[in-house]
């Protein structure tokens, strides 16, 4: 079965903390880059983390020091954990390959308050 589903969200005050952790079914994690993507509201989805199988990463500018992405090979999970959050990164975060290829999952929600 192809899924990928997200958790971990929720709210949280400016400058707080949270990890997010996605649920990756095998045929997708085993051999694909992974990434998350946030959307908000009224904005295209964007992909803001991605991580290699080799474990290598990267960011957009906007999350670098704040995110880290990481991947548990043993337990097909993905994480994005989420420090100094701020207002701006109140969205909906996602989980997919890097190029975005399976069906979505339904997303966790982050609102961040002031």
């Known amino acids: 079965q192809v899924q990928l589903v997200e958790s971990g969200g929720g709210l949280v005050q400016a400058g707080g903390s949270l990890t997010l952790s996605c649920e990756v079914s095998e045929i997708i994690y085993s051999f694909n880059a992974m990434g998350w993507y946030r959307q908000v509201r009224g904005n295209e989805r964007e992909l803001i983390a991605t991580i290699t199988t080799k474990h290598e990463t990267s960011y957009q500018d906007s999350e670098k020091g704040r995110f880290t992405i990481s991947r548990d090979d043993t337990k097909k999970m993905v994480y994005l954990e989420m420090t100094d959050l701020k207002v701006e990164d109140t969205a909906v975060y996602y989980c997919?390959?890097?190029?975005?290829?399976?069906?979505w999952g339904q997303g966790t929600r982050v609102t961040v308050s002031s």
């Open positions: 997919n390959t890097r190029g975005g290829f399976y069906d």
